[in-house]
Structure formats: structure tokens, C-alpha cells
């Protein structure tokens, strides 16, 4: 499993530094959902309200 350092390393250096001084650290299904997306596959993102899926998707 890919650390957060690794993990936001994948996104512009000024999101990730705004992603890390906001919420601090992905959430699972962030992390999930962006080595998923990063990868070249399709995703369908089902999980409770409030757990990240926008921002999920957002810096996807």
C-alpha cells in the first residue's frame, strides 16, 4: 500500500500542499480511489456521506 506522501506526490504540488494543510491526510477511499484513477481505470465510488468521494474525484 502506497503511503500519503506517495499518494498526493500524484497531484500538483500546491493542491496537495492546500489537500494536506486542509483535511491532513486522504481519506481510504481517497487513497483507493486515486491509485484506481491514476491507473487508468474506471471507478464508481459508493460510500457514506461525508467520507470524500467529491474531493475523491475532484483531484482525480
Partial sequence: METQV??????HPSI???FSEETGQPT??????WRKISGGEHV???TPTGSGKTLAAFLA
Fill in 16 to 18: 496537495a500542499r492546500w
Fill in 28 to 33: 481510504e477511499v481517497q487513497e483507493e480511489s
Fill in 44 to 46: 464508481l465510488i459508493t
Fill in 6 to 11: 506517495s499518494i498526493l506526490s500524484r497531484i
